[in-house]
């Protein structure tokens, strides 16, 4: 069975969910994307090039049935591409791997904020496994 890793900077770090959704996809550890910042588009999340910036996550291991299932939920590839990156774990080792980016028009046109309530995947993926929740409350103030 074929595997790729795969960068969740979203709803997808919220176990629950990627359980539901993707039954094979195991969690290989919490990474950061430099570079990149967290963007609410449309009252989706991307992540958008900005220097000095950086999004944390989580890397997940998927199957090819899993990414097909991760497709359908992102909108691929109308909504959302695929682009592979380079993320660096824990230990500082990079990985060259797929993450999910907002395709234009959608990305263009920012939200100043999101409508109440927070989204509440963001909030349990946070807790579940991201050290770095201030990155998720800058994108959605």
Known sequence: MSRKEYFAYGSNLNFEQMAYRC??????GTAKLEGYELAFRRGYLTVLPKEGA??????????DHDESQLDCYEGYPTFYDKETMTVTDADGTPHEIMVYTMNAPYHLIPVPRPPPPRPQPLQCGCHAGVSGCRYFSAAVL
């Open 23 to 28: 039954t094979e996809a195991t969690v290989v």
């Open 54 to 63: 950086s999004v944390e996550g989580l890397i997940w291991s998927v199957t």
